[in-house]
C-alpha cells in the first residue's frame, strides 16, 4: 500500500524540551513538505525539501529543523525555541515540485 | 506574497442542493491550483487539479473552474450528499510552494 505516514497521531511536548515529528513516504517522491495548521488558518510552509540532503526554508521555519538523509524520510524537529507549538502538523509529498501534493495523516501536537 | 482567499467560511445546505464554493488569490502568475477536502482530525486529500493553461476540471460531481487573469477558481459540487460534509481548501502553486486559503467549512443536511 503506497503512501505518507505520519508518527504519532498525538505528541506531547514539555516546556524547554526538543520533539521529532516523523513523516516516511513510499510513492518514490522526490519532494516532500511540513505543513502547520492551526483553527481558523490556512496551512502554512515550515520547510520544504525537493532533493536529498537540500530543504529550504518556508514562511515560518523559525524554531523547527528538519533534515532530508534519505529520500523517503524527512522528519522535523520542534525546537524548544518555537513558542507556541501546538498546532495540527501535515506532511506532504509530490513527484516533482509542480504537480500534486499527497497528505499524510497528520500529527497533533500539544505542550504539558 | 500570494494570498489566498475563500469565501464563505461555512456553508449549511440541504441534501440534494448543487453549491459552489469560491477561491480568489491576488497573484495571476501561478503554475497550477488544487483543491482539497479535509475531515476533522484528518490530512488532505486531494479532489482536482488544474494547470495554468486549463479552464476546468471535472471528477464525477466535481467541476474545478480557473480564471487566471482575474485570480479566481470555483468548486462545483452537484447533488450534494451528506458524505460531501467536509472542509473544502484551495491551494495555488507559484512554482516552488503552494499557498493555502483557509477553507469553506461546508455541511450538507439529510
Known amino acids: 500500500d503506497g503512501g505518507i505516514t505520519q508518527s504519532p497521531k498525538y505528541l506531547f511536548r514539555k516546556e524547554g524540551q526538543n520533539v521529532t515529528l516523523s513523516c516516511e513516504q513510499n510513492?518514490?517522491?522526490?519532494?516532500m513538505y511540513w505543513y502547520r495548521q492551526d483553527p481558523g488558518q490556512g496551512l502554512r510552509l515550515i520547510y520544504y525539501?525537493?532533493?536529498?540532503?537540500?530543504?529550504q526554508k518556508g514562511d515560518i521555519a523559525e524554531g523547527y529543523s528538519v533534515s532530508r538523509e534519505k529520500k523517503e524520510s524527512f522528519p522535523l524537529t520542534v525546537t524548544s525555541a518555537q513558542k507556541n507549538p501546538t498546532a495540527f502538523y501535515l506532511c506532504?509529498?509530490?513527484?516533482?515540485?509542480?504537480?500534486?501534493?499527497?497528505f499524510g495523516p497528520g500529527t497533533r501536537l500539544l505542550v504539558l | 506574497k500570494q494570498e489566498v482567499t475563500q469565501i464563505p467560511a461555512a456553508l449549511s445546505v440541504p441534501e440534494g442542493e448543487n453549491l459552489v464554493l469560491n477561491c480568489s488569490f491576488t497573484?495571476?502568475?501561478?503554475?497550477?491550483l488544487q483543491w482539497f477536502r479535509q475531515d476533522p482530525g484528518k490530512g488532505l486529500t486531494s479532489l482536482l487539479l488544474?494547470?495554468?493553461?486549463?479552464r476546468e476540471q471535472t471528477s464525477g460531481r466535481l467541476n474545478a473552474s480557473l480564471d487566471k487573469s482575474s485570480g479566481r477558481s470555483t468548486l462545483y459540487i452537484a447533488a450534494s450528499q451528506p458524505g460531501d460534509s467536509a472542509t473544502y481548501l484551495c491551494?495555488?502553486?507559484?512554482?516552488?510552494?503552494?499557498?493555502f486559503g483557509t477553507g469553506t467549512s461546508l455541511t450538507v443536511i439529510p
Open positions: 510513492l518514490n517522491h522526490d519532494a
Open positions: 506532504a509529498s509530490s513527484p516533482q515540485g509542480l504537480e500534486t501534493q499527497y
Open positions: 497573484d495571476s502568475a501561478i503554475y497550477n
Open positions: 525539501s525537493q532533493i536529498v540532503n537540500d530543504f
Open positions: 491551494a495555488v502553486n507559484t512554482g516552488n510552494q503552494f499557498y
Open positions: 488544474i494547470q495554468s493553461s486549463q
